[in-house]
């Protein structure tokens, strides 16, 4: 394997891991400082993809029907927080993933109600759609473009944490709700806010992964537990752990598939080994899920 | 005195009923929510409109059709069968999609005497030293449709092809199939994930092998990343891309438009095969669905009809699973695609299609028929099949 090959392998990751990242962040917000097990996360990912599917041929641009779809998604998560979820903050963990279980069900049907079972169509911008010549190295334009959103959102969460008002709850929040309240901050507005923020950055996950996976129903769980994995590992509630355990993940994920067969190559015979290999790839991040757990428990960076 | 004697004539014309005429029940258990939902909504539907054609009554049986998620899982499809059997009593399951859950359910199945068959799933192992005489196969042997391919890239002289398919049954058997036709060098044969996402890692090596043409086996949405991805590396233009029906066909094509466009792949049926039933079906479907089918479609309407000829060779007696047995074995279905004979395994000998991914009159992405393959097509494993 060559050195070329390496760094490609590693962009691969990093932006799995900024895809994972622009996930994660939402989920995590909302697990560490309203205390709700989200298992609908995946569903605003799905409804951002839909969305964003069905604006461009109607407004004839991919980033004005980016936008519109996050600003859709994250009105539509003020309306499920307001309707569906508010009366869930004072029920136990058990009864909020029961009720967000029924969100997944009733959102999966209502989409397959307006779009049709099959998968539907959209495709990267035409600007985007090629590679570009990194130093001899052709990658996909789009997947630079997915990096770049991520490290964006990123540096834009950043800023909204670290340096205002509101970032200035939402860290107190995530450490310690009940003081938050006593100094009568109007949590309920709070919840609202970080609520359609998380849907938002999912419906952005979705508007981004749109383009290189299939728009499909149920998309949004078969990403929601790789999710789930990035913020145990990063630390519940931790904006800085969602990133460090994406990035992590992702790049696990990524060098796993990409080595793990040549490796085992070096040992038995080919078609052993590329079954081996995948066997052992496909495992790789509950691995280190589970290394990470034995040695922190609480995570790489937990917020409480 | 007039009334009771009315009583008991209707009395005795309800016990005469289920005598006349035994209810054809048939369990459709398939796949309908998740990511695998396309495929099986799509047997159902082509099977229910079968079911409409034959005005409600397969081989003349009022017929009921019994309708399951399996969630694409096979513990659930399990819990399904043996629901089935023990509870609606049906005499036929049907509605598979996927070859891991066709193993998984065939025990069960099987041990309650209840006929199995598949309108997707045609696993190896079913074909030969599992054979079992409740299994059927309406649809193809997983491996006829890798075969055809192989066979089509080794005659066109490509000599370094690179091979991917999912770690699952069926994706080991395709690459079984391509490999028994192509015999040039195998530039690289990888299994990933069933239900992968993110096919970057697996590209950046395929690249770096440089091969002169490559073979996939994605059936729904794992297909529709992988061709989205291989267009967006740059891929498609350089190396030609290759696969069986299951990876280019209507429910992949919908979502990836162009990307697809002059794929060659292979299948037992194409939306433009020239006969009088076929045409029929898919005037009819796209009427009443609003889509092009896909072969999951074809296969459920020819599972029906497959269902309907024996049932109506045996005069409808449901009771006698020998006779039935028989009759299903020596079907000779006037399928979507011609007359279809069925060997001693239970699976079809049929033709084997090329087609190719085209822009169609109305520009909507389908598929064309360019070439026949192979006539009278039988499968690799039924001389390891016990039944005679």
């Given amino acids: 394997m060559d050195a070329l090959l390496l760094v490609e392998q590693g962009l691969n990751g990093l932006q799995l891991g900024v895809m994972l990242f622009l996930m994660a962040a939402g989920l995590t917000l909302v697990f560490g400082i309203m205390d709700l097990i989200n298992l609908a996360h995946g569903t605003f990912y799905m409804v951002g993809a839909y969305l964003t599917a069905a604006l461009v041929p109607v407004l004839d641009s991919f980033p004005l029907a980016l936008a519109a779809a996050v600003l859709l998604t994250a009105l539509l998560g003020l309306v499920v927080e307001a309707v569906a979820l508010r009366t869930l903050y004072r029920r136990d963990h058990l009864d909020q993933v029961l009720a967000t279980f029924g969100l997944i069900l009733f959102f999966n049907e209502l989409v397959k109600i307006v779009f049709g079972p099959v998968p539907i169509f959209l495709n990267p911008p035409a600007a985007l759609a090629g590679t570009v010549d990194l130093f001899g190295l052709k990658y996909p334009a789009f997947r630079l473009a997915i990096l770049a959103v991520g490290i964006a959102v990123a540096v834009f969460l950043w800023l909204l944490i670290a340096r205002t008002r509101v970032g200035m709850l939402i860290r107190a929040g995530a450490t310690n709700r009940e003081m938050v309240m006593a100094l009568g901050v109007d949590v309920r507005r709070l919840f609202g806010l970080v609520f359609a923020l998380g849907c938002g950055l999912a419906g952005l996950a979705g508007a981004m992964a749109g383009p290189v996976l299939a728009v499909q129903v149920g998309m949004g ?6 999710t789930f994995v990035v913020i145990v590992i990063g630390g519940i509630g931790s904006i800085r752990g969602a990133l460090a355990g994406a990035l992590l993940v992702g790049m696990v994920d990524t060098l796993g598939r990409a080595l793990l067969p040549a490796a085992f190559r070096l040992v038995m015979d080919a078609a052993n080994a590329s079954a081996a290999g995948a066997a052992l790839a496909s495992m790789a991040i509950y691995v280190l899920m589970a290394v990470v757990l034995a040695i922190k428990p609480k995570g790489l960076f937990p917020a409480h | 005195m007039t009334r009771n004697l009315l009583t008991l004539a209707s009395a005795l014309a309800l016990l005469a009923t289920p005598a006349a005429a035994d209810t054809l029940k048939i369990g459709m258990i398939t796949t309908l929510s998740g990511p695998g939902a396309g495929l099986g909504i799509d047997i159902r539907d082509g099977f229910a409109l079968a079911v409409e054609h034959a005005g409600g009554k397969l081989g003349g049986q009022d017929t009921q059709v ?9 513990d659930v499809a399990v819990g399904l069968a ?3 059997v023990e509870r609606d009593r049906v005499q036929v399951v049907t509605g598979v999609v996927w070859s891991n859950l066709a193993l998984a359910m065939l025990p069960t199945l099987a041990g309650g005497q209840t006929f199995f068959i598949s309108p997707n799933a045609g696993p190896s192992q079913l074909a030969g030293a599992q054979c079992n005489p409740y299994f059927f196969n309406a649809a193809y042997q997983n491996d ?35 490999k028994r036709y192509y015999k040039g060098e195998v530039a690289g044969e990888v299994y990933t994930q069933v239900g992968q996402l993110d096919y970057a890692a697996e590209l950046a090596q395929l690249k770096a092998a440089a091969p002169d043409a490559v073979y996939v086996f994605y059936p729904g949405g794992m297909g529709i990343n992988f061709i989205k991805q291989y267009e967006q590396a740059g891929l498609k233009g350089a190396v030609p891309l290759f696969g069986p029906g299951f990876s280019f066909d209507q429910d992949i094509l919908a979502a990836v438009g162009e990307s697809a466009l002059g794929v060659k792949n292979s299948a037992q049926w194409s939306p433009d095969l020239d ?27 020819d599972t029906a009809l497959l269902i309907d000829t024996a049932v109506k060779a045996v005069g409808g007696n449901l009771k006698d699973k020998d006779k039935l047995r028989a009759a299903l074995a020596s079907a000779k279905l006037q399928s979507l695609r011609g007359e279809v004979a069925f060997n001693t395994n239970h699976y079809p000998i049929h033709n084997i299609y090329l087609r190719e991914v085209v822009k169609g009159a109305n520009g909507a992405v389908t598929n064309k028929t360019v070439a026949t393959v192979f006539t009278n097509h039988a499968d690799a494993y039924v001389k390891d099949c016990p039944m005679k």
């Fill in chain 1, 221 to 226: 769980e078969q990403i929601l537990i790789l």
């Fill in chain 2, 66 to 74: 019994i309708e399951a998620d399996d969630q694409q899982k096979p």
């Fill in chain 2, 82 to 84: 043996n629901r089935m």
């Fill in chain 2, 144 to 178: 006829q449709i890798h075969e055809a391919v192989g066979k089509h890239v080794q005659d066109e002289g490509f000599k370094k092809v690179y091979l991917m398919a999912p770690n699952y049954p069926a994706g080991k058997d395709g690459l079984a199939g391509f």
């Fill in chain 2, 275 to 301: 006969n009088a039933a076929n045409r029929k079906f898919v005037a009819d479907f796209k009427a009443k669905y609003g889509r092009i089918p896909s072969m999951y479609a074809a296969q459920g309407y």
